[in-house]
């Protein structure tokens, strides 16, 4: 990512959580959430360790639908600094459990990433370091979160990008692993 991208993604980040921070209070009825993260890059039970760095996230979460399971739709990205793949992704989530404390969220997106499509064919078959195959790719994550304090939370998650038993070719996936806090907005 160039440098003016970077520094607009801060002040990005800044103008967001202080809009968060004032609306919070007049927010926490809307069923609307911002949450802000730090994510291992390509690091999880699946991954092929190929990438690596430390990645931002940074998630909309917003009403839940008027459907059985109440869905909530999200909007997301997840940047990499180091040059490796980012996305932005766009989807449902589901909430599988709560408690007064504890949740668990499943979530299904569609992702576009900016990572390579194809790489050597040999260290392909050799050493599974392949690219993605497609543009866009399924995305499934999970998300298990503590309440810690009446509208805010703490969560660790695990996302995994990868067209695997959907289309043929190149299938690189990736995984991230990380903590975010989410909050009303």
């Given at each position: 990512m160039?440098?003016?991208?970077?520094?607009?993604?801060?002040?990005?980040?800044?103008?967001?959580?202080?809009?968060?921070?004032?609306?919070?209070?007049s927010?926490?009825?809307?069923?609307?959430?911002?949450?802000?993260?730090?994510?291992?890059?390509?690091?999880?039970?699946?991954?092929?360790?190929?990438?690596?760095?430390?990645?931002?996230?940074?998630?909309?979460?917003?009403?839940?639908?008027?459907?059985?399971?109440?869905?909530?739709?999200?909007?997301?990205?997840t940047?990499?600094?180091?040059?490796?793949?980012?996305?932005?992704y766009?989807?449902?989530?589901?909430?599988?459990?709560?408690?007064?404390q504890?949740f668990?969220?499943?979530a299904?997106?569609?992702?576009?990433?900016?990572?390579?499509?194809?790489?050597?064919?040999?260290?392909?078959?050799?050493?599974?370091?392949?690219?993605?195959?497609?543009?866009?790719?399924?995305?499934f994550?999970?998300?298990?979160?503590?309440?810690v304090?009446?509208?805010?939370?703490?969560?660790?998650?695990?996302?995994?990008?990868?067209?695997?038993?959907?289309?043929?070719?190149?299938?690189?996936?990736?995984?991230?692993?990380?903590?975010?806090?989410?909050?009303?907005?």
């Open positions: 160039k440098k003016p991208a970077v520094s607009l993604l801060g002040l990005a980040l800044a103008l967001g959580l202080l809009a968060s921070a004032r609306a919070a209070e927010a926490a009825g809307s069923g609307r959430t911002l949450a802000v993260g730090v994510f291992a890059h390509d690091r999880g039970p699946f991954s092929d360790q190929h990438e690596s760095g430390v990645d931002l996230n940074l998630e909309l979460q917003f009403a839940p639908l008027p459907f059985p399971g109440a869905p909530r739709p999200h909007l997301g990205a940047a990499n600094f180091e040059g490796d793949t980012s996305a932005a766009a989807g449902l989530s589901f909430r599988l459990r709560e408690t007064p504890w668990v969220d499943a299904l997106s569609a992702a576009v990433h900016d990572g390579p499509l194809h790489k050597d064919p040999v260290r392909c078959a050799q050493f599974s370091d392949c690219g993605f195959g497609t543009r866009i790719l399924p995305r994550g999970l998300e298990i979160g503590y309440r304090g009446p509208s805010a939370s703490l969560s660790l998650v695990y996302d995994h990008m990868s067209h695997k038993w959907i289309a043929g070719g190149e299938n690189e996936g990736i995984d991230h692993v990380g903590l975010r806090y989410s909050r009303p907005y």
